[in-house]
């Protein structure tokens, strides 16, 4: 399976690092931005090691939470399409 990231799912990981470079810290979003990506990595050998996304209940978008952060995903039959990285807080929501 590969790993596919969605123009908002990188817009997200822009985000972070801004805002970590905007608190004079840039060492801590890049380490942040440098670890998700690799739990990410993780995800094609055991694509549903995730938890389905609670506001949504639908099994084929799951997240991984890698504190403070949530990695929410689609899976697909060929691919996993990263949609965003949020804020653990934050609730989801779909147009």
């Known amino acids: 399976m590969k790993i596919e990231f969605a123009e908002s ?12 470079t905007e608190q004079q810290v840039p060492q801590v979003g890049e380490s942040f931005i440098l670890e ?4 990410i990595e993780t995800l094609p050998s055991n694509p549903e090691i995730g938890r389905q996304v609670p ?3 639908v099994s084929l978008i799951r997240e991984l939470i890698h ?4 990695i929410v995903y689609v899976l697909n039959e060929t ?3 990263i949609i965003r990285i949020w804020r653990s807080e934050r609730l989801m929501r779909l147009p």
Not at 36 to 39: E, F, L, N, Q, V
Not at 67 to 70: A, G, V
């Open 36 to 39: 998700m990506i690799s739990h």
């Open 9 to 20: 799912a990188i817009c997200d990981l822009e985000d972070i690092r801004s805002y970590y």
């Open 79 to 81: 691919s996993i399409q």
């Open 55 to 57: 506001e949504f209940s």
């Open 67 to 70: 504190s403070p952060f949530r």
